[in-house]
């Protein structure tokens, strides 16, 4: 017994000895605020375990910079770049190397360097040559990241390495090795995955969160006399049973875990007493299961806020709309995608047999046009959300066999745009480009895909690589052509492998198009649709609205350079 009670003691003094800090990266290029929820996820599940000394630093904080994070590290044992985006490699790649130098300075190089989050997916190119960088972390990191931390404590981290779930790094033979949950041993791959959590409900959401107006609040949630209310997001539900091949969770577990309400019920009382007015919901689909949705719709209700989420088209009806609304929601976000049917089968939009998918894909027009019928009717505010230079099936004349695949033209993307606006009247309304995210099958997969025709790198995969310049020219990859005005869609910047199906002109032809569409809506006296626009882009003048809601945009040229 008092063996034990000496062991049990030295592990605690071992966690409370060492410190860990969580760093978060800004986001360079954004259509949408939000917040990187990994930091206060992985902090409070840290400290559950006992670990006391946890740093969060969000570098989206206006008061915060990398020369804190430098000035922090003096005394780390432990350091992870959180919720990290794939987008996010070059602030990555600089940061993690000024990190490494400073520890150095101090003979501290020894201290792990971690990366987690979406920026860990095909990340074997990286990997090899940032090799201050010690391991990736890929997956849910709420037990990992506990299991990491005790090795540490324990000082045999580099030992346990090759056995921690979901890490992948480079071994001393200069091979990428990554940890399987079902495989410990070594394993060369272009990824790993820890696997999923089962029980979130200890873990508070929001624990040392630092709320950031301009970053965290949504203008999407407003009082009745333009007021921004403050904003937070929770999550509670984890996997999608779908695999779109486009998404980058397409490669995880689709087994669908719920927040208890108990759980949920007294992270909303924390917020409520922090004075948060909105919950944003980040979801993959809200609405998946019926009955949980409507509970929680009625907490939400009953804690006194308003909220919104996501869901897809063929998971919600008019009679959940009408319960959501009576419940206090406010707005519904659906990833449309694309409206015609060729380009839903060579997205893998839908499950089952080919047969079954052609089906679904002929029904889904119909069914997103009385789903935002729906919407209207019950007064719920809504997003249409398309992918512009998708690819399309092309079928046999009986419509019964997919034979090949081909990229869409711009007159496809105008269709379903006129589909959008005219049929569908939505409040609101946002383009991406097709981005190759790795960890999706668009990206990952080799050889002919669906994905292929319009994939820069053609059969090879898109790995994170690409997303790197320092990476790009060190391995020669192919770039896709580099224009502002890419920044009309969604978070499209520099270094990223977009589709080759779009260019600068077709981008700005169909943005000044569907401006038109919205325009002329207004003067015949409908509702105004709101385009979600890079902030950058309103503050330079080169998109304008009025007081009607009417657009007008600069010349193509104006958006070369910024």
Request: charged share 20%; glycine share 6%.
């Amino acid at each position: 017994m008092l063996i034990s009670q000496t062991k049990s003691q030295q592990t605690f003094a071992h966690i409370n000895s060492i410190k860990i800090l969580l760093i978060g990266e800004f986001i360079k290029h954004r259509s949408f605020n939000g917040a990187n929820k990994a930091l206060p996820v992985l902090a409070s599940s840290l400290v559950n375990a006992g670990f006391s000394q946890v740093v969060q630093l969000d570098l989206e904080r206006l008061d915060l910079s990398i020369n804190n994070v430098l000035n922090e590290i003096i005394n780390v044992d432990l350091i992870i770049f959180a919720g990290c985006l794939t987008t996010q490699w070059p602030e990555i790649d600089e940061h993690s190397r000024k990190i490494f130098a400073q520890l150095q300075k101090h003979g501290r190089e020894t201290v792990p360097i971690l990366v987690g989050g979406y920026a860990t997916k095909s990340v074997e190119d990286i990997a090899c040559i940032t090799p201050w960088i010690t391991a990736f972390c890929n997956g849910e990191g709420e037990e990992s990241i506990v299991e990491i931390a005790h090795a540490v404590a324990r000082g045999t981290f580099y030992e346990e390495m090759k056995y921690l779930p979901g890490l992948c790094f480079m071994n001393q033979n200069g091979k990428f090795h990554r940890v399987t949950p079902d495989d410990s041993r070594n394993a060369i791959f272009h990824s790993a995955i820890a696997p999923r959590i089962n029980n979130f409900d200890d873990i508070d959401q929001n624990f040392g969160f630092i709320h950031i107006p301009q970053v965290h609040d949504m203008n999407i949630f407003k009082f009745s006399d333009g007021r921004q209310l403050k904003t937070a997001q929770l999550f509670t539900q984890r996997g999608c049973p779908w695999a779109c091949y486009f998404c980058n969770k397409s490669s995880e577990s689709n087994n669908v875990v719920r927040l208890s309400e108990a759980s949920f019920r007294r992270q909303l009382k924390q917020l409520k007493e922090r004075n948060y007015e909105a919950v944003y919901l980040d979801v993959d689909t809200f609405t998946v299961h019926d009955k949980a949705a409507k509970r929680e719709a009625e907490i939400l209700r009953e804690e006194g806020f308003v909220w919104g989420s996501n869901t897809r088209i063929d998971k919600i009806n008019y009679e959940q709309m009408r319960y959501l609304v009576e419940h206090n929601c406010v707005y519904m976000f659906f990833g449309v995608e694309h409206t015609l049917p060729e380009v839903s089968l060579a997205s893998h939009k839908f499950n089952g047999s080919v047969a079954s998918q052609i089906k679904q894909a002929f029904d889904y027009p119909a069914k997103i046009a009385k789903v935002f019928q729906d919407m209207n009717k019950a007064g719920l505010p809504s997003s249409y959300f398309l992918i512009l230079g998708l690819p399309k099936a092309q079928l046999n004349d009986d419509k019964t066999d997919i034979i090949g695949y081909e990229p869409t033209t711009f007159a496809d993307d105008i269709q379903a745009i006129n589909f959008g606006i005219e049929k569908c009247n939505p409040d609101f309304l946002n383009f991406n480009v097709l981005r190759f995210m790795p960890g999706s099958i668009a990206a990952d997969t080799v050889g002919d895909c669906s994905y292929s025709c319009v994939r820069p790198s053609g059969k090879r995969p898109i790995t994170a690589g690409y997303f790197l310049p320092r990476s790009v020219k060190h391995y020669d990859y192919p770039q896709s052509q580099e224009h502002g005005v890419y920044r009309l869609c969604e978070s499209v910047s520099k270094y990223q492998p977009i589709t080759t199906a779009m260019n600068p002109q077709r981008v700005y032809d169909t943005i000044f198009y569907t401006m038109h569409l919205i325009n002329t809506k207004i003067d015949r006296g409908d509702k105004a649709t709101k385009l979600f626009i890079d902030r950058d882009l309103l503050a330079l003048g080169l998109v304008n609205q009025d007081e009607r809601g009417k657009y007008a945009i600069a010349p193509l040229e104006d958006f070369a350079n910024i």
